[in-house]
């Protein structure tokens, strides 16, 4: 469910929970917000783009929430929770509530499971990230397992920029050495071609990338 700004929820989802759980998610979702801007900027940093710039793209951008629970199988190896996919926005941040180990990321044509930190969270870099930096930033393609004895809970946050921002390789990462990868979008049009796409490997970016031919 949309969670940020305030004004896209749907008022049928989230005015709809329950008190206290709906106070705790409103906070929740804020701080979760103050976290990714403190990463984008430090990620906007790296890249030498202004930490101003980057937070006028963000700063009302779309928040979203899911929360997952998958219960245990006896035959997990027939299982996918989660088909492998990379997120389409710019940041996840996921917390593993009961900490049982289910993500795992594609590494090297492998997959990998990622194990639960004790009161850590789980940051996904996704393809909007990849774009902005011109491909300097990767986007995690992952998928989620089930677990043959435990259930798995988990609450994936996702941060994108504003809806009618502009998403694309920022201007000064685009030089004659290190042209343009990707084409430019406003978010909107983005997310309503995302929709309308089955959900897979890294099809997102992918369907903005530019070829260049030598």
Do not use: C
């Amino acid at each position: 469910m949309t969670t940020l700004p305030r004004h896209s929820r749907m008022p049928h989802l989230f005015p709809q929970l329950p008190l206290p759980f709906r106070d705790t998610m409103e906070l929740y979702s804020q701080k979760v917000k103050n976290l990714g801007m403190v990463i984008i900027a430090h990620m906007a940093k790296a890249l030498k783009i202004e930490e101003m710039e980057i937070r006028e793209l963000f700063e009302d951008g779309l928040q979203a929430m899911r929360m997952n629970y998958y219960p245990p199988s006896p035959q997990p190896e027939k299982v996918i929770g989660l088909t492998n996919h990379s997120d389409p926005v710019a940041l996840t941040i996921l917390l593993q509530i009961n900490e049982v180990e289910g993500l795992q990321i594609r590494k090297d044509g492998m997959w990998l499971p990622v194990t639960p930190l004790p009161n850590a969270f789980v940051v996904n870099v996704g393809d909007i990230f990849e774009i902005i930096s011109n491909g300097t930033y990767g986007s995690m393609e992952h998928r989620a397992t089930v677990n043959s004895e435990k259930e798995r809970l988990s609450i994936a946050t996702f941060h994108s920029p504003k809806q009618d921002g502009v998403i694309g390789p920022w201007p000064n990462l685009i030089t004659k050495q290190t042209p343009a990868q990707f084409k430019r979008i406003r978010t909107d049009e983005y997310f309503k071609n995302f929709f309308e796409r089955k959900l897979e490997g890294k099809s997102n970016g992918d369907a903005l990338r530019i070829e260049h031919h030598n």
